[in-house]
């Protein structure tokens, strides 16, 4: 009995020291979780809320058939057209066109009042569209142009080219824009990128941030399991309590 104890001790001992960072880095990020509002995280409420300038009862949309023209004639390797959908863009009606390029999706804008092939959108466009989108009063610090990031990048995975309009505000705000589609694709601020930090900490995933199912992961979610186990054994073990009613047993 003294030697299963001692086993069990030694054993929680151990797997404490190994798993108890983990454990603190496991409850500090959970409450950084619950105590932080997922929009204000995803920087949804300091977005300005816009209303659409045109309606399709009162613009004459050319047909989707000129668009595809115009698309023919502007870009030679398209191959597959996969979708063609109207918006608007700086309160200009515009039909985007979704195709590929081999097995690469790309996008194209066309006029929908006169069918004019609309190049991708330049750099004065990208912070107009931001200061839409942006709600508080503040001023342009910087317009990027970017066409690669790094795997850990706050932008990772998103559509490229893109530009990033950094506004000087408390919040640290990033707005990306999509080159081709003139719509904001990311926004990004210091709560999100703490929480970005955390969850790394989190998943252990500190390359792509988005794999739940590395094998660190897993392992250190075992241990953790077995720590807690022995916790429950030993306390067993060596409760009086315990030990009396079960030497009271016949």
């Known amino acids: 009995m003294k030697f299963r104890t001692l086993w069990i001790r030694k054993t929680h001992r151990y797997l404490g020291v190994i798993i108890g960072i983990q454990f603190v880095f496991w ?11 997922i929009d204000a995280v995803h920087g949804d409420t300091l977005m300005a809320h816009q209303h659409p300038s045109f309606s399709l009862d009162t613009v004459n949309v050319v ?4 668009a595809l023209t115009a698309l023919k004639s502007n870009v030679l ?18 039909i985007e066109l979704r195709y590929l390029i081999g097995k690469k999706e790309h996008y194209a804008l066309v006029n929908a009042r006169t069918g004019a092939f609309r190049p991708p959108i330049t750099a004065e466009e990208a912070r107009m569209i931001a200061e839409e989108d942006f709600a508080p009063e503040a001023a342009v610090q910087s317009v990027e142009y970017i066409t690669d990031v790094e795997p850990t990048s706050e932008y990772r995975e998103k559509p490229l080219p893109a530009y990033r ?7 640290g705000t990033h707005i990306y824009i999509s080159a081709e589609r003139g719509i904001v694709t990311s926004r990004r601020n210091s709560r999100w990128r703490a929480w970005d930090f955390l969850w790394a900490f989190h998943i252990l995933d500190f390359q792509t941030r988005d794999n739940i199912h590395n094998w660190l992961l897993r392992g250190m979610s075992a241990l953790a ?4 186990v022995s916790g429950f054994l030993l306390w067993g073990f060596t409760s009086p309590t315990l ?8």
């Open 243 to 250: 030990r009396k009613w079960f030497a009271a047993k016949p």
């Open 77 to 94: 390797e398209a191959t597959i057209v996969q979708s063609v959908s109207v918006r608007e863009i700086l309160h200009e009606p515009m």
């Open 27 to 37: 409850t500090a990020s959970g409450l950084f979780f619950a105590w932080n509002d």
């Open 165 to 171: 309009v950094t506004f000087d505000h408390e919040s």
């Open 63 to 66: 047909p989707f058939g000129t």
């Open 225 to 228: 399991v077995l720590t807690v």
